[in-house]
C-alpha cells in the first residue's frame, strides 16, 4: 500500500501507488504552491520546471528534500476530520470491535454531530454478528498488516528501520536529522517526487526545495517550503463475493486471483464513474473537497475495478482526458484492451477534452477484437426529424432530442472453448453494448426513444449472426418505468404513464416498441436460482420488478439505475457480486451533514 498526497487541499490519504509530484513552482497537476515553493535564483527569477543537478541552469539546480515531522506523543486522527487530532475515542466502537481508527473524534461537538452516522457503525456491526456472524469484513473492510487501516501503526514515534524508495532515487535509510520542541524530523526523500509509506500515516509531511550552486554544492539563499496536514489511511474497499444462482458450488472472493475463468465462462462489470466535471461540490455538498478531487479518486476506481478481475469491462461517464492518459494506460497493464467511443458535442460548449464517453475494456488472453459499432443519438434524432416532424416543428424537435448520448457496440471473438457445444469448430462471438441514456428526467419521451433505438440497432446485429449479447449500462430509468420495461419484457404496455409525456408523438403508435431480444436482468437470477446465500440477497431485491433495491445512493435518491441484461437462449447467469443492505445504506445517506466549517 502506497499513501497519495494531495496537497491542493494539504491531505495526504493512503492510496495505492500514486506518487506526488513536487515542482519547485509547486506540485504538478494538483496546485500551484505559491511563494512558499517557488525558490528564486539568484537573479531573483523564478522556474516551475525541475532542475536536476545533472542539468543545471545557469550554474544552479534545485535539490529536494522531504520530511516526515514526528511528535514525542502519540497521535490519534479524527475518524470526521482526518486532519485533526483526536481527543477522545467512542468506547462502545472499542466493545463492538469496530476498526479502531473509526472510533476517535477531535472534540465532543465533533462526535455529537457526526452520532447519527456514527451509530449505524454500531448497528451495522450487531446487523453482521446477528445475520451470519461473518459480515463483519463485508461491512468495514479489510485492514492488512501494511497499517493501512491500523491507527497504532503511526503511533510509535519511530523512525522506520527498513529503506523507503523516494520516486528514481536510489534506495536509502530514513535518518534522524533535527529534533526541536518535542519533535523529530525523519529525512525520508531527496527528490521531487515521495510516495509516503504507512509510516507517515498520522504525521505531517514537510517538503523542502532549495536552489544549489552547481560549483561549490552550497545552498543559495534560504530554502523554501510547505507543510501538508496530517497522512490519513485510505478507504479499504469492502470485498465483494461472488454468489452462485445456477446451482454449482462456486462460491468465490474477487479479491483474490480466483476469477470464474471456466470453460465457456466469462465475468462482466458495468461501472458509472462519475465524471470528475460532474463532481461538483454543489451537487455533493456532503462530500469533503478533496474526496471529490479526481486525483484522489481515480486510485480508488483503478484499484477497485482491477480488483473485480473481470473479463469485460463497461464503464460509463469517462472522460476523454482521462481515458487517453489514465484508464487505457493503466488498464493496459493489467491485460485489457481498451475501446472508446466519446460523447457528442452539439450541447456541450466546454473543454472538447473532458467531454465523457462510454469505455469497454477486455482481457487480452480471454478475447480478441472484430468489429465495432458507434451509435450517436443525435444523428438519429436528426434522421427522426427528416421523416417524421413537421417543418415547422423540427428546430424544437432537435432541441428536444439532442443530448449528445452515445452507446459503444463492440463485437468480440472468445478464446476459450465453449465444451459441449454442438459445432465446437464455430467462433464464439459475443456482442456487447454500452450506454449512458443521460436524459433529464422530465423527456420521458427521449429516454425511452433512446432505448428503443438501441435496442433495433441491436436487433439488426442479431439478424445478421447468431451472437449472443450483452446490454450494460446506466439508463438512468428506475425498475417499472418504460424504458425498463421495453428492455426486461420486450414491450410497454400502451396504458403506461411514461407514454403520456410525448409532444412530438416519436413513441407512436405505441405498438411499435418492441423488440424480439431475448434479454433478461442480470440480477433477476437471485429470485430464479438456487444455491448458497441466495435467501440474503433476495430480501435486498424488490420483487415485483426481479431488480436489486438500488445501484445508485445519494443524499437525494437511493434506487437502481444501472443494469446488465442478456440473451437468455444464448447465455446464462452464473454467479453475480452480492447486494449491499439497502437498509443499512439508506440511513448512512441519511446522515446529519458537517457544518460547511467543518468539511
Not at 231 to 259: Q, W
Not at 382 to 405: C, F, G
Not at 406 to 422: M, R, T
Amino acid at each position: 500500500m502506497s499513501p497519495w498526497l494531495d496537497l491542493k487541499s494539504s491531505r495526504v490519504c493512503l492510496i495505492e501507488k500514486k506518487r506526488i509530484i513536487a515542482k519547485a513552482g509547486g506540485f504538478s497537476n494538483h496546485v500551484n504552491g505559491g511563494s512558499a515553493c517557488n525558490p528564486p535564483w539568484p537573479d531573483k527569477t523564478v522556474t516551475t520546471d525541475d532542475v536536476p543537478e545533472s542539468a543545471p541552469l545557469d550554474s544552479h539546480f534545485l535539490r529536494y528534500k522531504w520530511y516526515r515531522i514526528q511528535s514525542d506523543k502519540k497521535v490519534a486522527v479524527c475518524s470526521v476530520h482526518p486532519s485533526e487530532q483526536a481527543t477522545l475515542q467512542c468506547l462502545g466502537c472499542v466493545k463492538a470491535k469496530i476498526p479502531v481508527a473509526k472510533s476517535y473524534h477531535c472534540s465532543p461537538k465533533c462526535f455529537s454531530d457526526a452520532w447519527q452516522h456514527h451509530r449505524v457503525l454500531h448497528e451495522r456491526a450487531a446487523s453482521a454478528v446477528n445475520e451470519n456472524g461473518n459480515e463483519e469484513e463485508e461491512i468495514f473492510g479489510r485492514f492488512n498488516s501494511s497499517g493501512s487501516g491500523v491507527i497504532n501503526a503511526s503511533l510509535t514515534g519511530s523512525a522506520s528501520s527498513t529503506s523507503l524508495t523516494n520516486g528514481s532515487t536510489p534506495l536509502y535509510p530514513a535518518a534522524v536529522t533535527q529534533r526541536s520542541g518535542g519533535e523529530t524530523w525523519f529525512e525520508v526523500g531527496r527528490s521531487k517526487t515521495y510516495t509516503p509509506t504507512a509510516d507517515d500515516i498520522g504525521h505531517v509531511l514537510k517538503f523542502e526545495c532549495v536552489v544549489v550552486d552547481a560549483e561549490t554544492k552550497l545552498p543559495v539563499g534560504h530554502p523554501s517550503t510547505l507543510l501538508t496536514s496530517r497522512v490519513i489511511p485510505a478507504p479499504s474497499p469492502s470485498p465483494r463475493c461472488l454468489i452462485p444462482v445456477s446451482g454449482s458450488d462456486m462460491l468465490g472472493n474477487l479479491h483474490s486471483d480466483g476469477r470464474i475463468s471456466s470453460s465457456g465462462s466469462f465475468t462482466v462489470l458495468s461501472y458509472n464513474i462519475l465524471s470528475d466535471s460532474y463532481a461538483s461540490s454543489e451537487l455533493y455538498s456532503y462530500c469533503p473537497s478533496w474526496a471529490l478531487s479526481w486525483p484522489y479518486r481515480r486510485q480508488n476506481l483503478l484499484r477497485e475495478i482491477v480488483g473485480y478481475r473481470a473479463d469485460i469491462v463497461c464503464l460509463q461517464e469517462v472522460q476523454n482526458d482521462h481515458f487517453e492518459e489514465f484508464f487505457a494506460p493503466e488498464l493496459d497493464k493489467h491485460g485489457y484492451q481498451a475501446l472508446y467511443k466519446r460523447k457528442t458535442n452539439e450541447v456541450y460548449s466546454g473543454n472538447i477534452h473532458t467531454i465523457d464517453g462510454c469505455a469497454t475494456f477486455f482481457r487480452r488472453d480471454r478475447f480478441s477484437h472484430v468489429k465495432k459499432y458507434e451509435v450517436e443519438f443525435n444523428k438519429a434524432a436528426q434522421s427522426l426529424t427528416e421523416v417524421a416532424v413537421q417543418t415547422t416543428q423540427k428546430k424544437a424537435a432537435l432541441n428536444r432530442l439532442v443530448k449528445d448520448n452515445v452507446a459503444l457496440i463492440v463485437v468480440l471473438e472468445a478464446k476459450f472453448s465453449n465444451q459441449g457445444a454442438e459445432n465446437p469448430g464455430k467462433r464464439q462471438l459475443l456482442c456487447v453494448a454500452n450506454t449512458h441514456v443521460n436524459v433529464p428526467q422530465e423527456l420521458k419521451d427521449v429516454k425511452i426513444w433512446q432505448v428503443h433505438t438501441l435496442l433495433k440497432g441491436l436487433e439488426k446485429i442479431a439478424a445478421s449472426a447468431d451472437i449472443p449479447m450483452l446490454v450494460c449500462g446506466d439508463f438512468n430509468s428506475v425498475p417499472g418505468s418504460a424504458p425498463h420495461s421495453l428492455l426486461a419484457m420486450g414491450k410497454v404496455d400502451p396504458m403506461h404513464t411514461d407514454l403520456l409525456v410525448d409532444p412530438l408523438a416519436i413513441l407512436r403508435p405505441h405498438s411499435k416498441l418492441t423488440h424480439q431480444l431475448p434479454l433478461v436482468s442480470a440480477y433477476s437470477s437471485f429470485l430464479r436460482g438456487v444455491g448458497l446465500g441466495l435467501e440474503q440477497q433476495r430480501r435486498r431485491m424488490d420483487p415485483a420488478t426481479n431488480e436489486p433495491l438500488f445501484t445508485n445512493c445519494t443524499r437525494d435518491f437511493i434506487g437502481t439505475l444501472d443494469y446488465i441484461f442478456y440473451t437468455a437462449d444464448s447465455l446464462t447467469g452464473k454467479t453475480l457480486m452480492l447486494l449491499r443492505c439497502w437498509k443499512m445504506t439508506k440511513k448512512m445517506a441519511e446522515r446529519k451533514p458537517m457544518d460547511t466549517d467543518e468539511r
